[in-house]
């Protein structure tokens, strides 16, 4: 089970964090991934860790902008500064079973998704 946090409302060019907590896995072997979905659009990634967590890629959209990065085996955030009313949306975290490599940018590869949690970024 995932569970995401930290959303809500903010100016543009202010910042946010969000958490995204793991429950009921007994392993380690997961890539994180967060992804958002704007109204009348499709789900888009973002960002994803290694299954170690030690690396990280980013869509073009965000880099420079937001860093995922997790704490522990359970908690992973998505730091995100400098935001864009286009940046409004509802973002999800996810997970994608792996022992090697980066997390896909792909939502089909991600095993499981949290509820998600609403962004909003005022002009």
């Known amino acids: 089970q995932l569970v995401e946090s930290g959303g809500g409302l903010v100016q543009a060019g202010g910042s946010l964090r969000l958490s995204c907590a793991a429950s009921g896995r007994s392993d380690s072997n997961y890539a994180m991934a967060w992804f958002r979905q704007a109204p009348g659009k499709e789900r888009e990634f973002l960002a994803a860790?290694?299954?170690?967590?030690?690396?990280a890629t980013y869509a073009d959209s965000v880099k420079g902008r937001f860093t995922i990065f997790r704490n522990g085996a359970k908690n992973t955030y998505l730091q995100m500064n400098s935001l864009k009313p286009e940046d409004t949306a509802v973002y999800y975290c996810?997970?994608?079973?792996?022992?090697w490599g980066l997390g896909s940018d792909r939502l089909r590869d991600y095993d499981y998704w949290g509820q998600g949690t609403q962004v909003t970024v005022s002009s």
């Open positions: 996810a997970a994608e079973r792996r022992s």
């Open positions: 860790l290694s299954w170690s967590g030690s690396s």
